[in-house]
């Protein structure tokens, strides 16, 4: 999502089945140099930063559950203050469940505190951004452009207006879609599972 922003992939594909070939509307930004900042690092923000900092990207991390030693052991500026991550942060991915806490925090307050053109890229939960606000960003200019994985109401309806907005690339909630992500979660499930009576007492029936 975030190479999608930075290149602007989407939009250069569509052109292109389109028929046209238009390489000046379709100018990117580099990742290296760029910050990027990562709000929750559990197991998903943590290997996100991992690959960011691959592409020579300044990563700041916002979780008030991570100690200091594992920020630094993973390359990671621990910042305190989140409004510290919308200011420096060229580029924001969220990686946290909702709460009480999380929920809607990505609002009109948020993004006014972010950089200018700042991207903004969500595959957690979609009810930690109010996607009203998001929209007004959009238009305004501050959030330059967002990849959305996850929507407060899925699936996304056909009239949202997120589907019209030049600015968004759209995905249906696909974070595990692939092959190795299933085979994964059906061996944790199986792993996870308890017999609901011992070898012995079957073996008796």
């Known amino acids: 999502m975030i190479l ?15 028929g046209k070939w238009d390489r000046k509307q379709f100018q990117g930004t580099e990742l290296a140099g760029k910050t990027l900042g990562v709000l929750g690092l559990g197991r998903i923000g943590s290997e996100v930063a991992k690959r960011a900092a691959a592409f020579g990207m300044r990563v700041l991390g916002y979780d008030p559950f991570l100690t200091d030693a594992r920020a630094e052991s993973l390359g990671i500026e621990l910042l305190a203050d989140l409004d510290e991550v919308y200011r420096d942060a060229d580029f924001i ?3 946290m469940p909702v709460t009480d806490q999380t929920r809607g925090m990505l609002n009109s ?6 950089k200018p053109k700042v991207c903004l890229v969500n595959c957690a939960r979609g009810e930690i951004i109010v996607e009203s606000d998001l929209l007004a960003a959009l238009d305004s200019g ?7 994985d996850v929507y407060a109401t899925e699936p996304l309806p056909a009239e949202h207006p997120f589907r019209k ?3 968004i690339t759209l995905t249906p909630h ?3 879609s692939t092959h190795e992500a299933q085979e994964k979660c059906g061996l944790e499930v199986a792993r996870s599972s308890r017999p609901t009576c ?3 007492k079957s073996a008796t029936r």
């Open 142 to 148: 501050k959030v330059a452009a967002a990849a959305l």
């Open 109 to 114: 307050a948020a993004f006014a505190k972010m």
């Open 93 to 95: 991915t969220v990686h």
């Open 4 to 18: 999608s922003l930075a290149r602007k992939v989407p939009q250069a594909c569509a052109s292109m089945t389109a």
């Open 174 to 176: 696909l974070g595990a």
């Open 198 to 200: 011992s070898p012995a």
């Open 165 to 167: 907005h030049p600015a």
